[in-house]
């Protein structure tokens, strides 16, 4: 509810004044913040804030505490009470009579609730003459059960002109006092039915044994009005591609390679593999390639060793008579020359031989 403040009310020191003159003159904190008003509504409502002399034991010049004026201008809630019945009026040529009261004793104010119950009452009176009673009907009550319980069917209602009863020249019901109504209008139960089948879907694989499914649906017709769903199951499966899948081909490892067929001057080597790894089976394709492989090895030339030419002629002798003296001859080692590595001729290139001449 919405707050009235009010001038602020001051009220004595809760601090003795200092009593000599080592009394500590305190400062006061700052004031608090406002606390909840002691009332909602009404004229005694009053909140307060207070504030500290520091330090502890020090006298403080002023009020510690504040109190204000809150919520006085709002009124609370008054709920609204009946005042007491008027008298009974005189009674009509229709033999009733009537009486009233007030919601005034208070009135509701403030958001207080109305009075509970009803402003006016009107009853039967009785006069000489009596006043005529006409006839009034009775309550319909069921002749026969419904000729059908579900689906729509048919049922005979009978009332009596008894409440009341026309009298002293009242006049009498007014409408039939049989009716025929519908009745059992909810909905038979209808059971579902399965329909037919889907066609089968693709099998889950083309070899080796898959599956492939179908299904229907229960909507032929649909369970309705609290009927039995369709037994079974929507689902149906069998196995297909029974035929054994194609296997492929793949190459072993190959096997080492053979010794060279030279041992130099470029000579092969060969190495063998298998398609066996798996081998091709159920029509698979056999494996591509070539199951022996040739690679060369060795292609360095031989050695050639070095070998003689044919020894050259005999030199001339130095001399024509005497002896000591010799003649030579040569050869070279380039039948054929050595080559790559091989050995060098063996023996001497030059031959030397003593001249048989005559005494000078």
Known sequence: LPT??????????????????????GVYSEWTSWFDCSSTCGPRGTKKRHRLCMPDGAVCRGVPLE?????????????????????????SETCKHSRSRQCNNPEPMHGGQDCLGEEHQTTVCEKDPPC????????????????????????TLRRKCDKPAPMFDGRQCVGASVDLVSCG????????????????????VTCDGGRRFRERKCDNPPPSCGGDSCSGFAEDQETCSHDKCPVDGKWGDWTPSSGCTHSCNRGSQQRFRKCDNPSPQNGGTPCSGFSLEFTECNAFPCPI????????????????????????????????????????????????????????
């Open 185 to 204: 209008e909810e909905c038979c139960p209808v059971n579902g039915e399965w329909s037919e089948y889907s066609n089968w879907t693709p099998c889950e």
């Open 305 to 360: 060793h070095g070998k003689w030419s044919e020894w050259g002629s005999w030199s001339e002798c130095p001399t024509t008579c005497g002896l000591g003296s010799y003649k030579v001859r040569n050869r070279k080692c380039d039948n054929p020359l050595p080559q790559h590595n091989g050995n060098p001729c063996p023996g001497p290139d030059t031959d030397t031989s003593l001249c048989h001449l005559v005494p000078c």
């Open 4 to 25: 009235t403040e009010l001038p602020t009310t001051e009220l004595p020191p809760t601090t003795a004044a200092p009593t000599s003159p080592s009394d500590v003159e």
């Open 132 to 155: 005529p009673v006409h006839g009034g009907w009775g309550e319909w009550q069921t002749l026969f059960a419904c000729s059908r319980t579900c689906g729509g069917g048919a049922q």
């Open 67 to 91: 109190v204000m004026d809150c919520n006085r201008d709002v009124g609370c809630p008054v709920d609204g009470a009946w005042s007491r019945w008027s008298r009974w009026n005189d009674c």
